[in-house]
């Protein structure tokens, strides 16, 4: 297990933080991808202040936090004292006064060992190109505890625009989602919290408009999910054309009555708790 055995490496005497470059070989395609979905991010991607709260209960007393594939600072609390973001897009929309970023991978992170109290990890794992090494970073620059939040694949794959309209998406989703076995293997002393998905939440991430279908006939709102950008158009097309129709004549609604007055659904999000 990761976790046993965490190494110390002492204080950090490389290059000047601002100065660290990408990781890994192969990182490209990842920074590619964090490009391609976060140009519209600080339109479709507002923290939900009801998903914020349980993340930052979840981070109990920590005075200190990294925040790992940061983005654009979505869910940090006042007291994230770095962000790691491999991407320039989503780095440059970061709010002004927000935590100092460094640009660097999950899996090489040029930290010394208990850099911060508590380290969060929110929607990245799945884009990670060794799941292993970042995981292993994580547990060494945390002191107290690792958050994070991912989701359970077998459970979103019954969320009604992956099983209805769009089984390709599906299908890729299997190939990169992150089994959370597998995730709470590399973790000591875990435990798993269900992210309820509020019917009007504000940040649009994949499930986020369950109970308002249209959104997802919104291309703005498509590009700033990962779902969308790595998957090619010509792919989702004949999904979304048939949403369409099934909205404009009702078909929808009917089948969904269920959802229609529901105030949060589970679509399978998880915060995944690791006290060190």
Not at 30 to 38: K, L
Not at 176 to 203: M, N, Q, S
Not at 258 to 269: E, H, M
Request: aromatic share 8%; charged share 20%; proline share 7%.
């Amino acid at each position: 297990m990761v976790g046993a055995a965490r190494s110390r490496t002492g204080p950090w005497t490389g290059p000047p933080l601002t100065a660290v470059g990408f990781g890994p070989a192969g990182i490209l395609s990842g920074v590619t991808t964090y490009d391609a979905i976060g140009a519209t991010y600080r339109q479709t991607r507002r923290p939900d202040l009801r998903i914020a709260a349980q993340i930052h209960a979840a981070l109990g007393d920590a005075a200190t936090v990294i925040n790992v594939g940061a983005g654009t600072g979505s869910y940090e609390p006042p007291h994230t004292v770095l962000a790691v973001e491999p991407s320039p897009v989503m780095i440059a929309q970061r709010p002004a006064g927000s935590a100092r970023a460094l640009r660097a991978t999950a899996e090489s992170i040029p930290l010394a060992d208990d850099s911060a109290d508590a380290v969060m990890a929110l929607l990245t794992v799945h884009h990670w190109t060794d799941l292993e090494a970042g995981i292993g970073e994580l547990l060494r620059i945390a002191r107290r505890r690792v958050v994070i939040l991912t989701w359970d694949q077998t459970v979103q794959r019954g969320f009604w625009l992956l099983d209805e309209y769009l089984p390709e998406v599906a299908a890729f989703d299997d190939t990169r989602a992150v089994a959370i076995d597998r995730l709470t293997a590399l973790l000591p002393g875990f435990r798993t919290e269900t992210v309820p998905v509020p019917h009007d939440c504000t940040d649009g991430f994949g499930a986020a408009f369950w109970r308002r279908p249209e959104a997802y006939l919104d291309p703005e709102v498509r590009a700033g999910m990962s779902i969308f950008a790595m998957t090619d158009e010509a792919v989702t097309r004949p999904g979304l054309a048939r949403l369409s129709d099934d909205l404009s004549y009702g078909r929808w609604h009917e089948r969904h009555a269920d959802l229609l007055d529901r105030a949060s659904l589970d679509v399978g999000y998880r915060l995944v708790i690791a006290d060190l």
